[in-house]
């Protein structure tokens, strides 16, 4: 079984507000097996939602619309809805009802406009609303029904004309069942709290029925350091699109992912089935991988020097980052168990009398070097009694670059009781991905020490 997600708003497509009735339902569909074929947004703009909800419903069984149920004159979900069906909108007597209700109990009468929320396209069912006034539409779209272009004016008179007559008894309507043809629909309101509580209510037990106990099973892998299209390569044949079940990659923060999705007739043999493709990029990535799902860089490293023989600690002596790295490692809870000290040293003076730089060593390499980074980290190391110590020095823009040392050139080290290494790293982008990257790069280089592995890039 697939489904679409239709949210509808004009300060959705304007980015005024941040779509997260999508994601929430593509995370519920997954979980009973229903697989998403599309995210698609449109403007209150009742062609627009014509044309989406005609589109839709020929490409999955199930259509989740949300938004554009409420009582202003850019409303126009359910005036969208009766044109593709080619039908008029009918008042339901049983959400009048529920509405005089809700006003007489706040002591006011209820706004003639509020009588457009319990309008509903004849042949469909309304859906009862908990949380508030908007009522929501079950229907099943049919090639037929998708195929006449109704009139949004003409839907939009009929339903101002309903509305100014009195009340009408609601029609009966045929229930939707997980066995009939076409193309389920449920429509609910934009709200999170009432399309939420109507999604579970009445929506999803039609879609678990109907997808006979599938589900989709995920797990992310993250990895940092290596590129999106190495990763890939070293994938392989995991990557191949038909492969169930699936692996594909995605970009964040210079954090490079892999989704497995396994989408199976059971949860046990897609838990099974995800575990081994699990295991195989584990295989193919070897230690690139450095967490899954939630973990961060950050958090690994700090379980990792958590049980540590020893209870080893780290120091931290920053320049470009400003005190990012130091923030990383102190974001978790019990980080006082392995940090301590931290410095921020931006300008030569500080990395001098607070670390003990010495002033020839930045005079003849400047401060973006590899020796000032290694005198920065032993330093740190000394005065902050640690076992090891990270050190970042770079050039972050979007000035102070030259042809030698351009703008994202950063210097790292690790001081640790065998010695010191330092790296230096070219990092893409403007001023903000540079800093985050080097106190990645910074923690990474942590971690493959602790490891006991060299860095493989």
């Not at 046990?268 to 584990?282: D, F, K, M, Q, V």
Request: net charge neutral.
């Amino acid at each position: 079984m697939d489904a679409i997600i239709l949210s509808v708003g004009d300060e959705l497509v304007l980015g005024q507000t941040v779509d997260t009735n999508s994601a929430w339902l593509s995370a519920q569909l997954a979980a009973v097996g229903c697989g998403v074929v599309a995210h698609m947004t449109v403007p209150d703009d009742q062609t627009a939602i014509e044309r989406a909800i005609r589109e839709s419903a020929a490409r999955c069984d199930f259509l989740l619309v949300s938004g554009g149920l409420g009582p202003t004159e850019d409303d126009l979900t359910r005036q969208a809805l009766a044109s593709v069906m080619n039908v008029p909108l009918e008042p339901n007597a049983q959400w009048l009802a529920e509405l005089d209700k809700f006003f007489t109990a706040r002591g006011r009468p209820m706004p003639v406009s509020n009588r457009i929320q319990a309008m509903i396209p004849r042949g469909a069912e309304m859906i009862f609303n908990t949380a508030g006034t908007a009522a929501g539409i079950r229907a099943v779209l049919r090639q037929d029904d998708a195929g006449t272009r109704g009139s949004g004016d003409a839907e939009r008179n009929a339903a101002d004309l309903a509305m100014k007559e009195s009340p009408l008894p609601a029609s009966p309507h045929p229930r939707v069942s997980a066995s009939s043809s076409g193309c389920r629909v449920f429509v609910m309101p934009g709200v999170p709290k009432e399309m939420k509580a109507m999604f579970l209510r009445d929506a999803l037990p039609h879609i678990t029925s109907a997808a006979g106990g599938a589900v989709i099973l995920s797990r992310t892998l993250h990895t940092f350091g290596m590129g999106e299209s190495a990763v890939g390569e070293r994938l392989g044949d995991l990557m191949q699109r038909r492969r169930n079940p699936s692996v594909g990659t995605t970009v964040s923060g210079g954090v490079v992912s892999l989704r497995v999705n396994s989408r199976f007739g059971s949860r046990e043999e897609a838990g099974a089935e995800l575990e081994r493709t699990a295991e195989r990029c584990r295989a193919a990535l070897g230690s690139l991988i450095y967490g899954q799902d939630e973990q961060s860089l950050a958090e690994v490293v700090g379980r990792m020097l958590k049980s540590a023989p020893g209870a080893p600690t780290v120091a931290t002596a920053e320049s470009c980052t400003g005190g990012l790295l130091g923030k990383m490692l102190t974001d978790l809870p019990g980080s006082s168990a392995y940090y301590a000290y931290g410095w921020v040293t931006y300008a030569n003076r500080a990395k001098e009398q607070l670390l003990g730089v010495p002033s020839e060593i930045l005079q003849q390499h400047g401060a973006v070097s590899e020796p000032v980074v290694v005198a920065m980290a032993n330093g740190a190391r000394q005065r902050a009694g640690s076992t090891y110590a990270l050190s970042i020095s770079g050039i972050a823009g979007p000035e102070g670059g030259t042809p030698t040392k351009p703008v994202g050139t950063v210097c790292l080290a690790l001081a640790q009781p065998e010695g010191c290494q330092a790296r230096t790293f070219l990092f893409p982008g403007d001023r903000e991905m540079v800093r985050d990257r080097s106190a990645k790069m910074a923690l990474t280089l942590l971690r493959y020490h602790l490891l006991g592995e060299r860095m493989p890039f």
